[in-house]
């Protein structure tokens, strides 16, 4: 079981309550997403579009804009190249739709990631050669594609990059790092080191967006034009599950107002598939139902499906894309929960459970879903994970980190070992021979600095507030601090001593859990879990005993006693509003 830590960071939290009219609970969040300062506390519950920084001062955004500007003008051919992933097809959809707009000869590719790999390859130089293209536009790519950069410049065409993904580097003897950037026209990424832009946490769609602000301010198109992306940029956000503070909390906030009355064709009907309504799509629906449909394309078929949807120019075609993304998406569940028991499995079953990296090979195994994969085993053990498959030309894998292990910087200490690799400290990506997956494993293995605590895990509880302090108007204040997500999350809060006085199971697959409580104040509503009903079940059984346990799922006055972690809501049910809360974990 993960250590349950509270947070102990200080602050004087009733005058922060008193400056900003809110609850000193509201101010302990805030000190504990280390929001500091009347400027930045001003900003995380306030912040508007005049907040977001220039985009002229990302390095090389003059120099592209400046050369779209005359590619366009001289009605050159423009080809975006994006990638299979939602950042990928968002930040594709972003720059064909803006240069499109701004009257150029362009179009798009996106690799094919069985066939291609992820971002550019030679393939596709070449066939943009073939096809006459006078200049690439990566976006959410490009960075780590120095050889296939130097190919279409040595073919005669030239090449804006755009993307956030880290810049390789070699490291010198004295441990310096040498930054491998790409011979490109312009390299517009806020992850070069030399780059003045403020924030660097941007995802590959918000990068375009930046783009599009800037060459419609050049070319004089209204500003409000290009803040019509700001819905796409947000979603990508999201999909690509970067961090939710400054700038891209802000995208995300104002992005979201911005989908929830989109007119594209193609997410309208994507949200009414999965039974969505507009007007309350959260990041939940972002990240774990619409999201997934944009992505199970590019892992099962092709991400061009995914584009066409969000190109659709009428509703009937628009609902014909989201039945297939939605089938689709269908598909990859029934293989993902297939593929991670066989993970499971095989890691139980051999030595493998030792290890503190995990690095599972299942050759035939989907590669498509190696990152869904990985993150399930991960969450499953609490430690970074790689799942490797077979490929046409050795193997491919993905992996899926925890906060203690920077993924990408550990893969760095023995890249002699790929083809082919990238990524963030959180994820990545890989290809290298079948004959390097043992000592890739063990490499890894003999090289981390990860201990017995980092593997534990821990919840970090935001305050121990007993359910007697919910009401209605502190829950409705939460609301300053959304959208939650990456680096942003849900705050945590406690309690002890709850009394369950009846419990039911509830779900086609009894997978709710739905309690009538009581706190030591006497406070009496509703909790529910979502999570693993029968370990719960067992975990009362064993402490209170069959009988206790029984009465309490009759009804009946039960007698057992818990600590909840939990985070309150308004539950609204035939026009009726109850408090009740959501529980993350127990003991």
């Known amino acids: ?64 804009v400046s050369i779209l500007q005359r590619k366009l003008k001289e009605r050159k051919h423009i080809r975006v190249i994006g990638d299979y992933d939602i950042d990928g097809v968002f930040s594709a959809y972003i720059l064909y739709s803006a240069l499109r707009r701004c009257g150029g000869e362009v179009d798009y590719a996106i690799p094919h990631r069985i066939i291609d790999g992820y971002g550019l390859n030679a393939r596709l130089v070449r066939q943009a050669r073939e096809d006459g293209v006078d200049t690439i536009l990566t976006c959410d790519n490009g960075i780590a594609a120095a050889e296939e950069i130097a190919l279409a410049k040595d073919l005669g065409i030239d090449v804006v990059i755009t993307d956030h993904h880290e810049v390789p580097y070699q490291e010198a003897a004295d441990g310096t790092r040498q930054y491998q950037i790409p011979l490109a026209d312009a390299v517009i990424n806020p992850k070069q080191p030399d780059c003045t832009y403020p924030f660097s946490s941007l995802c590959g ?157 299942l050759p035939d195994c989907h590669e498509s879903l190696a990152g869904i994969i990985a993150g399930r085993i991960r969450e499953q053990y609490n430690r970074p994970a790689f799942l490797l498959t077979k490929s046409a030309d050795g193997v491919k894998g993905s992996g899926r ?54 593997l534990r895990g821990k919840i970090v509880i935001d305050v121990p507030m007993p359910l007697d302090y919910i009401s209605k108007p502190l829950i409705e204040e939460f609301q300053l601090l959304e959208p939650f997500g990456k680096s942003n999350e849900k705050p945590v809060f406690a309690d002890r001593n709850i009394r369950i006085m009846s419990l039911g199971v509830f779900g086609q697959k009894r997978n709710v859990c739905r309690m009538h409580i009581r706190s030591q104040g006497g406070t009496e509503l509703e909790a529910v879990y979502f999570g693993q009903i029968d ?43 109850s408090l009740q809360v959501i529980v993350k974990n127990y003991c």
């Not at 009219?21 to 579009?49: F, K, M, P, S, W």
């Not at 206790?548 to 509003?577: C, H, K, T, W």
């Open 1 to 64: 079981m993960e250590k349950w830590v509270v947070s102990a960071k200080r602050a004087d939290f009733k005058q922060i309550a008193r400056r900003f009219g809110i609850d000193q609970v509201t101010a302990r969040i805030i000190r504990n997403r280390d929001i500091i300062g009347e400027d930045a506390i001003e900003e995380y519950l306030h912040a508007t579009l005049e907040q977001f920084h220039s985009p002229w001062k990302m390095k090389d955004m003059e120099t592209g």
């Open 205 to 361: 769609a918000a990068v375009a967006f930046k783009l599009v602000q800037a060459l419609y301010e050049a070319m004089g198109i209204p500003e409000e034009e290009a803040f019509s992306f700001l819905e796409y940029a947000a979603f990508a956000t999201i999909g690509d599950v970067m961090d939710l503070v400054g700038e891209n909390r802000t995208l995300v906030k104002e992005g979201l107002k911005a989908l929830n009355h989109t007119r594209n064709y193609g997410l309208r009907a994507l949200a009414a598939r999965n039974q969505i309504p507009m007007g309350t799509i959260k990041p939940y629906h972002v990240g774990f139902v619409l999201g997934p449909c944009i992505n199970a394309c590019g892992r099962l078929d092709t991400a061009e499906r995914a584009l066409r949807l969000l190109l659709a120019e009428d509703e009937y075609a628009a609902a014909a894309y989201a039945g297939e993304l939605y089938d689709l998406n269908l598909s990859r569940k029934e293989m993902t929960e297939q593929g991670t028991q066989e993970a499971i499995a095989l890691v139980e079953g051999s030595s493998l459970k030792q290890d503190k990296v995990l690095v599972v090979f």
């Open 401 to 454: 980190s925890i906060e203690a292990y920077s993924m990408f910087e550990e893969m760095s200490k023995c890249k002699e070992l790929f083809t082919k690799y990238g990524g963030h400290p959180m994820a990545a990506g890989l290809s290298l021979p079948e004959e390097n997956v043992d000592v890739f494993r063990r490499r890894l293995n003999e090289y981390t600095s990860l201990t017995e605590d980092d």
């Open 535 to 577: 370990v719960f079940l067992s975990f009362l059984e064993e402490k209170y005993g069959t009988y206790a346990l029984r009465q309490a799922m009759q009804g009946q006055e039960g007698d057992l006693y818990v600590s909840f972690l939990y985070y309150p809501e308004i539950n609204v049910y035939n026009g009726r509003e």
